[in-house]
């Protein structure tokens, strides 16, 4: 079979990789498998801990080896460990598998990103993203019909069904994807080690992408709480009508926070292309703000209708952040040689918040409540703000930095 072409292979898989709901997901560990905020929180901490401990050495696999091996890998592995997840019972295997799980996702972080930008041209990439970003908005829309209406029959049926879908199309990738754009080195060249200190001494010559890392340990650390806690939050503490099944009531809210970001990604598609990496900043502050002041709101709302409706308008401008973020920091990377690592040491940075932060929140959920881990968490994704408007003045760009000779940044 012959190779698809880049652009519209990353177009479908954007689409396809957003169908498998999140939204059922979530709903089995609290409703079928009755999960503890503690545990919930262990989960994700579990995923986090090992993508600490292997974005790095992931990321230089890409950059050394192949970026289209080290996405199938990746996407496989995290098939098999959602497949595992549908079929356990016990909370402490369920732990294990969502570690399998960031194990997994480390080959395809960075790895995804570096591949498209070098298929089509890191000029190129960020109204790619954004688009990605539209489509996988109609993918998530088709997955909370297909997934809701199985989950209304089972819960671990369509968690088991979007997990072996994963597997399929990761397989088939082995034959559909192309890879023109990265240059595997010479076998004498081929060093994992040196690869990643070339990618480590990129990193200390590039303030400003060291200050977007940095934002990525602040947006980790209030992260686990929103990602974990939300569900079981509505319906622990907020309490849902007993008119409205909790798989209708968060595929309503899946719907509507996928025609919102749907809509709301073409104005941020042309202020990108109008305004550039200034706009790129700019827009990272506000949704950031945005984000923070609606998960607050949502912590503390009394009312099921208003915290449903805070909860979408954070679900909303969190989807835009990525997207931005991922732009702003590809067009820094001008070594196109790290790329993957680089990308990598950005998700690490997030997973060390998530990992050391993920604990506390659970914590502090266990004790003083869920509302009071959502706050906690969302306030700690402050400093990312002033790191954020820190690059705003200088337009996105570092001046000293500017005519860097490209020595410095490589052996």
């Excluded at 790095?56 to 996405?71: C, E, F, M, N, Q």
């Excluded at 010479?186 to 200050?211: D, M, W, Y």
């Excluded at 400093?383 to 820190?390: D, N």
């Amino acid at each position: 079979m012959r190779h698809v072409d880049a652009r519209k292979l990353y177009s479908a898989l954007s689409f396809l990789g957003a169908m498998p709901g999140r939204v059922v997901f979530d709903l089995y560990l609290v409703l079928t498998l009755h999960l503890s905020p503690l545990q919930l929180i262990l989960m994700g901490t579990a995923m986090e801990a090992t993508i600490f401990l292997c974005e790095i050495p992931t990321g230089v696999v890409a950059d050394t080896y192949s970026r289209k091996l080290s996405w199938i890998v990746g996407t496989v592995g995290m098939g098999i460990a959602v497949v595992g997840v549908g079929l356990s019972s016990a909370p402490w295997l369920v732990v294990a598998l969502w570690a399998l799980w960031g194990f997994s996702y480390t080959f395809t972080s960075g790895a995804w990103q570096a591949w498209i930008t070098d298929e089509v041209g890191a000029e190129n990439v960020g109204s790619l993203f954004l688009r990605g970003t539209r489509l996988s908005f109609l993918g998530a829309l088709a997955g909370v019909g297909v997934f809701c209406a199985v989950g209304l029959v089972s819960l671990r049926a369509a968690v088991v069904l979007g997990g072996a879908m994963e597997i399929v199309w990761g397989l088939a990738c082995v034959v559909v994807m192309p890879e023109t754009g990265f240059r595997r080195k010479p076998r004498h060249e081929r060093s994992l080690l040196g690869t990643a200190a070339n990618g480590l001494r990129f990193l200390r010559g590039q303030r400003l992408v060291l200050v977007l890392v940095a934002t990525e340990l602040f947006a980790g650390l209030g992260a686990e709480a929103f990602d974990r806690l939300t569900e079981a939050h509505v319906i622990r503490d907020v309490g849902i009508p007993a008119s409205i099944s909790p798989v209708v009531c968060f595929a309503v809210v899946s719907v509507a926070t996928i025609l919102f970001g749907f809509l709301a990604v073409g104005p941020v598609i042309r202020r990108v292309d109008r305004g550039g990496t200034p706009a790129v900043a700019r827009m990272l502050v506000v949704f950031t703000l945005a984000t923070i002041t609606a998960q607050i709101a949502f912590a503390l709302g009394g009312s099921f209708w208003l915290v449903m409706t805070v909860f979408l308008t954070a679900c909303v401008t969190r989807s835009l952040l990525d997207p931005l973020y991922t732009t702003w920091l590809n067009e820094q990377i001008t070594d196109s040689s790290v790329r993957a690592t680089v990308l990598s040491v950005s998700g690490q940075a997030n997973a060390v918040g998530q990992a050391s932060g993920g604990p506390v929140l659970g914590v502090v959920g266990n004790a003083f409540g869920i509302p009071a881990a959502l706050v906690l968490g969302a306030l700690t994704v402050l400093p990312a703000v002033g790191l954020y408007a820190r690059a705003l003045r200088h337009g996105g760009i570092e001046p000293e930095l500017e005519g860097l000779p490209a020595s410095s940044a490589t052996y």
